[in-house]
């Protein structure tokens, strides 16, 4: 897939969700240099996460971030990169809609709802209360 096409699709996906609703939608309304390169890390990564999950070595935090449950240095390494463009992301966010700092949190746990529903059978994922779970 494309990364044209795949950074649609994602946000299609963020767009979708019915909890971005609540302070307008958080589409981001200019794909700039670093926002396409974040999109296009997460792209090359995706299926290194995607095998992480399913052997359960990282989850989605309801924060909108991965977390390493079984602590290696390759898997921080991932881990860390991820993170570090999700945070791209989200801050291109914040800029574009103006939210100010006050508003990297609700950001962040849309995304984070967003990640959990897409979450495949068996990867775990944590809830607002902090609980990890298989879904």
């Known amino acids: 897939m494309g990364v044209r096409k795949w950074i649609g699709i994602t ?3 963020l767009l979708a969700c019915p909890a971005v609703l609540h302070a307008g939608a958080y589409d981001l309304r200019e794909i700039t240099p ?3 390169e974040a999109f296009s890390n997460r792209h090359n990564r995706y299926g290194q996460l995607n095998a ?10 309801h924060h909108g971030y991965v977390h390493m449950l ?5 898997t921080k390494a991932i881990v860390d990169a991820e ?7 989200y801050r291109a966010i914040l800029a574009q809609h103006e939210l100010g700092p006050q508003g990297l949190a609700g ?7 967003v990640q959990r529903e897409k979450a495949s059978p068996g990867e775990l994922v944590q809830m607002p209360s902090g609980e990890w779970v298989k879904k």
Not at 52 to 61: C, D, R
Not at 70 to 74: C, L
């Open 11 to 13: 946000l299609l996906t």
């Open 34 to 36: 670093p926002v396409k």
């Open 52 to 61: 992480l999950k399913a052997q359960g070595v990282i989850g989605e935090t």
């Open 70 to 74: 079984q602590p290696s240095a390759e």
């Open 83 to 89: 993170n570090r463009d999700r945070g791209i992301i």
């Open 107 to 113: 950001v962040e746990i849309t995304f984070g709802d």
